[in-house]
């Protein structure tokens, strides 16, 4: 090997090296930016009408982790509190306001960097038709801002979209 081929091969294999480095993150971008903690700024129903079905300034926080967990809280604000002040003792109308004004669940995701989606398994949920069911999800992330469309929402009626900012 001459002196001047020495050179050449270790900026060969450097460039190999940050090729790969740059694939892989790639790979990872939508995993990397979908990460962390994020708070709800609103939820959308498209339908026959437009509805916010958590009201015009809805609460929610949501947690995708790097080993693949996620939680998500939904909460309608100003739901009615309990004159009794115990969760096990509402009346039906306290119940049917609360079961109507939150929506939580968690389990496990996956994410396609191909399609930008996200695929939740989820494990359990406050709506018991959401336990054990898989849903694929589509992102859309610019900044610290993110979309998230869903065809099948818990309330039906059309296509969801839940809009998260990034928790500072």
Not at 3 to 23: D, M, Q
Not at 81 to 91: D, E, H, I, L
């Given at each position: 090997m001459t002196?001047?081929?020495?050179?050449a091969l270790a900026s060969l294999l450097g460039l190999a090296a940050a090729s790969v480095i740059a694939g892989s993150a790639q790979a990872q971008s939508l995993k990397q930016h979908a990460?962390?903690?994020?708070?709800?700024?609103s939820v959308t129903v498209d339908g026959p009408t437009k509805a916010e079905p958590y009201g015009p300034a809805p609460h929610g926080v949501m947690f995708l982790d790097v080993g693949g967990h996620f939680s998500v809280s939904i909460v309608r604000d100003g739901v009615p509190k309990f004159a009794s002040n115990n969760r096990t003792s509402g009346t039906d109308v306290e119940n049917a306001a609360a079961v109507h004004g939150s929506l939580n669940y968690f389990g496990t995701y996956s994410l396609?960097?191909?399609?930008?989606?996200?695929?939740?398994?989820?494990?359990?949920?406050?709506?018991p038709n959401f336990g054990g069911v898989s849903q694929k999800r589509f992102l859309a992330i610019a900044g610290d801002e993110m979309t998230v469309?869903?065809?099948a929402p818990s309330g039906g009626g059309g296509v969801a979209r839940q809009i998260w900012k990034r928790a500072k």
């Amino acid at each position: 090997m001459t002196h001047l081929a020495a050179p050449a091969l270790a900026s060969l294999l450097g460039l190999a090296a940050a090729s790969v480095i740059a694939g892989s993150a790639q790979a990872q971008s939508l995993k990397q930016h979908a990460a962390g903690t994020w708070t709800l700024v609103s939820v959308t129903v498209d339908g026959p009408t437009k509805a916010e079905p958590y009201g015009p300034a809805p609460h929610g926080v949501m947690f995708l982790d790097v080993g693949g967990h996620f939680s998500v809280s939904i909460v309608r604000d100003g739901v009615p509190k309990f004159a009794s002040n115990n969760r096990t003792s509402g009346t039906d109308v306290e119940n049917a306001a609360a079961v109507h004004g939150s929506l939580n669940y968690f389990g496990t995701y996956s994410l396609d960097d191909a399609d930008k989606s996200i695929t939740v398994k989820i494990e359990a949920s406050s709506y018991p038709n959401f336990g054990g069911v898989s849903q694929k999800r589509f992102l859309a992330i610019a900044g610290d801002e993110m979309t998230v469309t869903n065809a099948a929402p818990s309330g039906g009626g059309g296509v969801a979209r839940q809009i998260w900012k990034r928790a500072k």
